[in-house]
């Protein structure tokens, strides 16, 4: 987006009090500067390392990073207007390599004519690939643009090394039901810029409806209470009246902070596995309906029980494992809402069922013939067709005949070497003491030991 064809009114404009009545409330009642920047205390707050770069002029690249609606687009706006720099704002999905261009010959022009900054702001600068993000590096060290970029994700996963070696990171948070409570105030004060000439009373039920269901998102709230006041008529005082019954009409879904793609995506799934693990169920539902409400694929939720049915459940309840199963398949057939009844039905019984974690036991075997090899079949274990062979033309016994068939004995069962010379005493796995898993191997113990004992007498 380039703004560098402004004329002077425009580029007056964006530096002054200028407000277009046109423009959406939330728009209008962005901050437009520290003071009336809200959150984030602990990077603009009195004393704060970004607060002292602002109030010192002195700004270097930045990159900020947090989840959507916490500021970073209006953070990055109020730092412009602080430090009286040109403003330019790109979007890695949209702008590439050919926009940064147009934006640095522009911003040339800029430097070379009144010396004024360029701060050039890029709206999900993860979206760029390494070629597009690489191309900012020799303008960021000429000085021409100073480079605000915004990211969801996480920057040390998303972002080239090189970039982040030429930016301070800064880190922000999800904004506070408080936080939305002082811009509904302040949009019902300002009479400028915000509802202030208008005769409107807001009752704190509304107010606390707004922002409570706003999840954190300013916009959301400010939008919700614009509709409100522009859909309600004045009563025969000229005063518009905003009760409770007309903020639910106006904001009827709350907003759930959830991005499926970013570092949130992982986090939430993060707390479900956990939670399914830990055998707490309702936190598990929890998680899962957070994620579902965010807009998750249900088919990863049934992945990731699946996965937890043999992992975390086991040995100890090896019916788990159908029960997801069987669950999935049901909703593939029967979709939403109902299959809001499967997922439930897989996920409490994931939680509540006992756990054992020995099924992990192959990555230990995994280790092992990695890094020492595969040793060689036991002659006994070999193919017995082959070894028959093999045995008649050299003359020899068939080593095949010296393996015990288990069915033939007690128990079906016969104490005899199952692995190379090399490993035949390492013991990878370690059964769980609880469910099914439990009465399992005791009963094998139970087994061994008789055969112990007979072998004794």
């Known amino acids: ?23 959406p409330l939330a728009t209008r009642m962005r901050p437009r500067s520290l003071e009336e920047f809200v959150g984030q205390n602990h990077i ?14 002195v700004i270097g690249s930045l990159i900020f990073y947090g989840p959507p609606s916490s500021g970073k687009t209006t953070l990055a706006h109020v730092i412009s207007r602080e430090i009286n720099a040109q403003y330019v704002e790109l979007n890695a999905v949209l702008d590439g390599i050919k926009d940064l261009r147009k934006v640095v010959a522009k911003a040339e022009k800029v430097q070379q004519m009144n010396g004024r900054k360029t701060i050039l702001f890029v709206d999900e600068i993860h979206r760029w690939n390494k070629a597009q993000q690489d191309a900012l590096l020799p303008h960021l060290e000429s000085g021409v643009i100073t ?6 994700e996480n920057p040390f996963y998303s972002l080239v090394s090189p970039l982040l070696s030429r930016c301070q990171l800064f880190e922000l948070y999800d904004l506070t039901k408080d936080h939305v409570l002082t811009m509904i105030d302040r949009s019902l004060e300002d009479e400028k810029r915000g509802l202030g000439s208008k005769k409107v009373e807001v009752t704190d039920a509304a107010k606390d409806h707004l922002a409570d269901f706003a999840g954190g998102d300013i916009r959301n709230a400010i939008n919700a209470l614009e509709v409100a006041v522009l859909s309600s008529e004045a009563d025969e005082d000229g005063l518009i009246h905003i009760d409770l019954d007309i903020a639910k009409e106006c904001i009827q879904r709350r907003g759930v902070r959830y991005d499926g793609t970013g570092d949130e995506h992982y986090d939430y799934a993060s707390a479900f596995i956990k939670s399914l693990r830990g055998s707490d169920v309702d936190a598990a ?26 992992e975390d459940v086991g040995m100890a309840d090896p019916h788990a494992l159908s029960v997801v199963n069987s669950a999935h398949e049901a909703f593939t057939k029967c979709g939403m809402p109902e299959g809001l009844y499967f997922l439930a039905h897989a996920c409490i019984y994931v939680a509540l069922a006992p756990k054992s974690n020995s099924a992990g036991a192959v990555f230990s075997v995994r280790s092992e013939i990695k890094n020492n090899g595969i040793g060689p079949v036991p002659s006994h274990l070999r193919d017995k067709t082959a070894n028959s062979k093999q045995s008649r033309y050299r003359g020899v016994e068939n080593a095949s005949d010296d393996y015990h068939y288990p069915h033939s004995y007690d128990h079906h069962w016969i104490p005899q070497d199952y692995l190379p010379d090399e490993v035949k005493d390492k013991e990878w796995y370690e059964p769980g003491n609880i469910g099914r898993e439990s009465k399992l191997w005791k009963r094998l113990e139970t087994i061994k030991e008789a055969y112990a004992k007979a072998s004794k007498k």
């Open 1 to 23: 987006m380039d703004l560098f064809n402004e004329d002077a009114d425009q580029q007056k404009g964006q530096q002054s009090d200028f407000v277009n009545p046109h423009e």
């Open 285 to 310: 539902l929890y998680w899962m309906v957070a994620m579902l409400e965010g807009g998750e694929d249900p088919n990863f939720l049934f992945r990731r029980m699946l996965i937890q049915s043999s």
């Open 44 to 57: 603009v707050g009195e004393g704060q390392m970004l607060r002292r770069m602002i109030e010192s002029g």
């Open 147 to 152: 480079l605000i970029g915004a990211t969801t």
